[in-house]
């Protein structure tokens, strides 16, 4: 898993990644909530693309036809993959009631429904920006119905 965002925090913190991101999460839930958000990659590559993410089910499945050039670039698919599993993530906790961002203590960050159940929404991400598969509004419609 790669968040560009903790850097700086890294620099300031003898921390690796994981254990920065679970300590800026205990501190400050809506902040990293808000840094997952985000997304700027893929919300450029969106852009460019004549699309505007605007947070709901419906700019999913946009996302989802969008011709993936990005898979031509070996190196900015994992990127754009998380940045695409953080947007899913994001749409989810902000539509599905009860829905909430957890981070576990290795760092990894995950969507917990309502029920208990956990979705890793960063490796639904990259595994959408890599194959097109699963497609993240299938991901979402599985997510809305717990």
Sequence with gaps: ?????????????????????????????????????????????????????????????????????WRRDPEAAPWLGNDAGFYLGTVIIRTVPGARWQVWPNGQPVVVLASGRELNVIESGVS?????????????????EG
């Design 128 to 144: 959408w920006a890599m194959t097109g598969s699963p497609e993240l509004s299938q991901a979402y419609a599985e997510a809305s």
């Design 1 to 69: 898993m790669n968040i560009r965002f903790l850097g700086n925090w890294l620099n300031r913190h003898e921390a690796g990644q994981g254990v920065a991101l679970a300590v800026a999460f205990a501190d400050d839930p809506e902040g990293v909530a808000e840094m997952f958000s985000e997304c700027e990659m893929l919300r450029a590559h969106a852009r460019a693309a004549g699309l505007e993410l605007d947070g709901t089910p419906a700019s999913l499945e946009a996302l989802d036809q969008l011709m993936p050039r």
